[in-house]
T-cell receptor, first 114, second 116 residues
Framework: GENVEQHPSTLSVQEGDSAVIKCTYSDSASNYFPWYKQELGKRPQLIIDIRSNVGEKKDQRIAVTLNKTAKHFSLHITETQPEDSAVYFCAAGNSGGSNYKLTFGKGTLLTVNP | DVKVTQSSRYLVKRTGEKVFLECVQD?????MFWYRQDPGLGLRLIYFSYDVKMKEKGDIPEGYSVSREKKERFSLILESASTNQTSMYLCASSLSLSGQFSYEQYFGPGTRLTVT
């Protein structure tokens, strides 16, 4: 089955700095890569996703890049703000076979210090 | 707005008890999921269902079973609760688009289960 590794497990940055979280996956059939944000005490929510036919996607201060050859994808947050503090999860899924299942990474606790 | 609700936010049960966790979604989603969330272990899939009465094991199904008798409702059952099942349980649902990958999963608020 799919295995998703996520690094780092914790990340602390100063407000205004950039933050990068990296994930690798094992199943070359995976073609969908979402990122979820979970604020303290709240439910995870999708913030951005990318499909395998795209190398990069951007939405305001957040961007995701995908390298299918190397089987890794990354989340980039620029100009970080205190409200970006949360746990971020990457995930991988594929549209063949069990096409309704995601495999999640273990999460990254991002702390943005004012 | 998609709404996924779970029957309890907090639950305390004794070892050996049978425990039911219920999840309801109101957006006619085909797919429903049960995860457990533990510090440092992320979201681990217990079971999922892609249609009424259909279910598939996830990565950690041992000690759990599920039931989906209606499209909007997905139940997680702990047949005999044990202390190592103390955890946060999250339900999620997603849409299946014919011929396409079902994308965003919408999560419920979670149930914090403590087994003593």
């Amino acid at each position: 089955g799919e295995n998703v590794e996520q690094h780092p497990s914790t990340l602390s940055v100063q407000e205004g700095d950039s933050a990068v979280i990296k994930c690798t996956y094992s199943d070359s059939a995976s073609n969908y890569f979402p990122w979820y944000k979970q604020e303290l005490g709240k439910r995870p929510q999708l913030i951005i996703d990318i499909r395998s036919n795209v190398g990069e996607k951007k939405d305001q201060r957040i961007a995701v890049t995908l390298n299918k050859t190397a089987k890794h994808f990354s989340l980039h947050i620029t100009e970080t703000q205190p409200e970006d503090s949360a746990v971020y999860f990457c995930a991988a899924g594929n549209s063949g076979g069990s096409n309704y299942k995601l495999t999640f990474g273990k999460g990254t606790l991002l702390t943005v210090n004012p | 707005d998609v709404k996924v609700t779970q029957s309890s936010r907090y639950l305390v049960k004794r070892t050996g008890e049978k425990v039911f966790l219920e999840c309801v979604q109101d957006m006619d989603h085909e797919n429903m999921f049960w995860y457990r969330q533990d510090p440092g272990l992320g979201l681990r899939l217990i079971y999922f269902s892609y249609d009424v009465k259909m279910k598939e094991k996830g990565d950690i199904p041992e000690g759990y079973s599920v039931s989906r008798e209606k499209k909007e409702r997905f139940s997680l059952i702990l047949e005999s609760a044990s202390t190592n099942q103390t955890s946060m349980y999250l339900c999620a649902s997603s849409l299946s688009l014919s011929g396409q990958f079902s994308y965003e999963q919408y999560f419920g608020p979670g149930t914090r289960l403590t087994v003593t």
